[in-house]
């Protein structure tokens, strides 16, 4: 049975999936028909692609589909601001109480999904964040050490306690993003940014795979280099976060 929406249930979307996508014309249709497949008859949900200024078909492509799915969605961004710009712009715009990420070239599998979100239903409002874990990477041999050495400096540093922060599959509660301090590149210290706010953090182990075509689009990580004066940042933020007063008013 199909889960499109109609213009009477929008209201009532329970969870939000977030694409964000740069020139991924060719990666569009199959991935959409997967996380069809994976949530069909489980949630009410949305689909949520953020064109990130793509300069290919990308944008016809998912005007095609928007017409055989009505549970799909698109927003453009003018030009391109990157993945957490885009990430960002799904979650503010997202109806479902439930978020869950995963990245538009194919290479997430939206078969763990599922998985994702009811860690996070299952959390009694403790569980801040899932993360995908990856294994069986299928990335190069410079990008795996590349994302080695950026994880083991990130955990030295934040104790953040995950072993891989650039699995693109996140799930989490809107609210609970959506009250993190924004910047560039901050879906890759959401587990540290959770944890100041006091919330646990649950683990899926996922399985990577090939992307379906194309190349990547977005920076990994802009590996270590690029992403040091985040990692400086995040770190001054969770030694400065204070305890948060318990607060009743006396009548």
């Known amino acids: 049975m199909s889960a499109d929406l109609t213009t009477s249930d929008r209201g009532a979307v329970a969870v939000s999936i977030v694409v964000p996508v740069r020139n991924e014309a060719e990666n569009v249709a199959p991935l959409v028909a997967e996380i069809i497949g994976a949530l069909d008859g489980r949630w009410v949900y949305e689909i949520i692609y953020v064109n990130d200024g793509s300069t290919d078909a990308t944008a016809e492509r998912l005007a095609d589909l928007m017409k055989q799915h009505n549970q ?68 190069t041999g ?40 924004y910047f560039d590149g901050l879906h890759r210290f959401l587990p540290a940014l959770v944890r100041r706010e006091g919330f646990d953090i649950a683990y899926v182990d996922v399985v990577d795979r090939p992307r379906h075509s194309g190349v990547s689009n977005y920076g990994f990580f802009d590996r270590l280099w690029i992403g040091i004066m985040d990692l400086a940042g995040v770190w001054w933020l969770i030694r400065r976060k204070k305890s948060t007063p318990a607060v009743t008013e006396v009548f």
Do not use: W, Y
Not at 122 to 129: H, N, Q
Not at 142 to 149: D, T
Not at 164 to 179: H, M, N, Q, W
């Open 72 to 139: 799909l969605r698109q927003l453009k961004h003018a030009n391109s601001c990157g993945q957490s710009a885009a990430v960002r712009s799904g979650v503010r715009a997202a109806r479902g109480a439930i978020v869950a990420t995963l990245d538009g070239d194919g290479q997430n599998n939206p078969a763990f999904l599922p998985d994702l979100i009811s860690a996070v239903e299952s959390g009694g409002g403790r569980v801040g964040l899932v993360a995908g874990q990856r294994v069986g990477r299928k990335d």
């Open 142 to 181: 410079f990008k795996k050490l590349q994302s080695k050495i950026a994880n083991g400096v990130r955990k030295a540093i934040l104790s953040d306690g995950t072993r891989d922060t650039g699995c693109g599959l996140k799930a989490f509660p809107r609210e609970v993003f959506l009250s993190m301090p």
